[in-house]
């Protein structure tokens, strides 16, 4: 299995609390936003004491985004497609298959209102397609604050991001076609995260607001996702992927459950786990992972 954890620091330095993260839940690839902890200084926490040794893949152009990984470097392809605010790159973990790994941190809300978060989803969409085309692969999971919400438009236009709550529903559909004369086709993406809002399972979303009060607003958002193209849906589990509240030693939440941001960040983690092992066809035709 390999394992991933995405966080949004809100540019505080996490360091000791990375370490426990990382150490506890066995993570084989890190992806924050907001980072603002030197690379020399994140690398001396995490290879303290931890199994294997964490490296830093740095960026070209993305400034908003960081990349360890306990995976040796040359597991990474080079990058596929990269802008301020995502990159996309290949990655081929130890005995595994190919996946296009797309991270991600939007455009904030307080920065772009709805309507042009939704524009930049189409364009970066757009951007995912064509990466997967130059890897010639469609096995594709998307990581990252993306500043929508799963119901939002932005998550929901076939042009935009077209990612469903439904597995079975995104398989069956997949690709999407529209029109008669000139049919257009956009894949899907499954949106795990729809399972995560409310108290059906604790906490109720990754990230809380209650500043600006609107008369529509839903006070709890999941703006940190993870989403998957129908090509790795046989390889995730919903249990595999949790919305964490715990570093092991301290609470990352306050007492009501939002996220401490005065101690820790106003985004929660996201953890999740991808069985990516090659698997091998025997003489009797059972596929073994």
Known sequence: MATFLFWNLCGRPLEPVLRRLTARHGIDVLMLAECAIPEGA?????????????????????????????????????????????????????????????????????????????????????AIRDAEQAAGNDRTVVVGDLNVNPFDDAMLDVRGLNALADSRTVLRKDPRRFGRLQVE????????????????????????????NPEVDPLWNIYDQVLLRPGLLDRFRSKNLKILTTDGLHSLTRSDGTPNGDGFSDHLPIWFQLDLRRRVRHASNESLA
């Open 42 to 126: 994140m690398l001396n926490s995490l290879n303290a004491g931890g199994p294997g040794t964490f490296r830093r893949l740095p960026p070209v152009a993305s400034q908003r985004l960081d990349l360890y990984s306990r995976f040796d470097r040359l597991c990474f392809g080079p990058v596929l497609k990269e802008a301020d605010h995502y990159i996309i790159r290949s990655l081929t973990p130890p005995g595994g298959i190919e996946i296009v790994l797309v991270m991600a941190h939007l455009a904030s809300p307080i920065r772009r209102d709805l309507r042009a978060r939704h524009s930049r989803c189409i364009g970066f969409a757009q």
């Open 185 to 212: 086709e956009f894949r899907l993406f499954y949106n795990p995260m729809w399972s995560h809002f409310g108290d059906a399972v604790q906490p109720a979303g990754t990230y809380y607001y209650d500043k600006s």
